[in-house]
């Protein structure tokens, strides 16, 4: 098999575990090919507009080689191109000239593939028209505003459009590029990669990026805000949409169409987000069994807890215990 050129692009103000996490997956690839006498699985560069170092947002210098001219991809092609996140995207995004070398040899790839914020530089070279993407929970409002032509999905780890691979922040990067790697090489292999970094073998790509409802924006009107704060006391509460519409002295009709403005989502949806954090927390925290974290976080049933728990975060409650939970 022929070594695959993966090529990472960096700049001033990138985050430095969106480069490292992903070059270090395919290095030991590459290493592990190599040490059992076969070519390099690939061949991993990291390449940027000026060449020599680049310091990233933390204050690490990154030694990078100047971006290869397009007209030399067709003798050195590149089979993966990597666009990482970090605070200077948004100062990357305004470099001309990177912009159009993005565009230029993105088409040549056999994919292309962005960690966090890596998004923004992909949609400003018209990467992601009409493409399913994800990106940083905190970042994926600004994106869907900017860009309007993508759509963005704020909950996965990670997301597959065709030759188009898109992640969540920083160590999702890893999660990314080992999923690549269970693509060209099989599980085996990424699973062997995933054993030597210590860590689990990359989460699903459907599985949620966890914390996002600690962050749901809180509601202006203090009402809602009264009931947010209701919900998320008593989880296991009476939170029929007549009952909280009561707590705020609103009628149903004129509740259900406030608090959807205020928060983003309907009553009933933001209940079964609060119950499902509740869950994850018992689930990460005590032994109980599925039917009484059911009960104790208002599901009821142990097959309600399932259902709720698979809709939200992508992954069952048993396997996320096992992959979560602290002894």
Known sequence: MPTRQVLIVAYPGIQSLDVVGPYEVFASVAAGTSRHGGRPAYRVRVVSPSG???????GITIDTEPLPSPATLDDDPIDTLVLPGGNGVHQARTDAALVEWVRAVAPTCRRVATVCTGTFLAAEAGLLHGRTVTTHWARAARLAREYPDVQVDPDPIYLHDGHLWTSAGVTAGIDLALAM?????????AQTVARWLVMFLHRPGGQT???APVWMPRAERSTVRAVQSLVEAAPAGDHTVAHLAASAAMSVRHFSRVFTAEVGEPPARYVERVRVEAARRELETTADTLDVIATRCG?????TLRRSFHRRLGVAPDAYRRRFRVA
Do not use: K
């Open 52 to 58: 020599g170092p680049v310091v990233a947002e933390s």
């Open 181 to 189: 790697v269970e693509e060209d090489h099989g599980t085996t292999v």
């Open 209 to 211: 990026q966890f914390a």
């Open 299 to 303: 599901f009821g049933t142990a097959e």
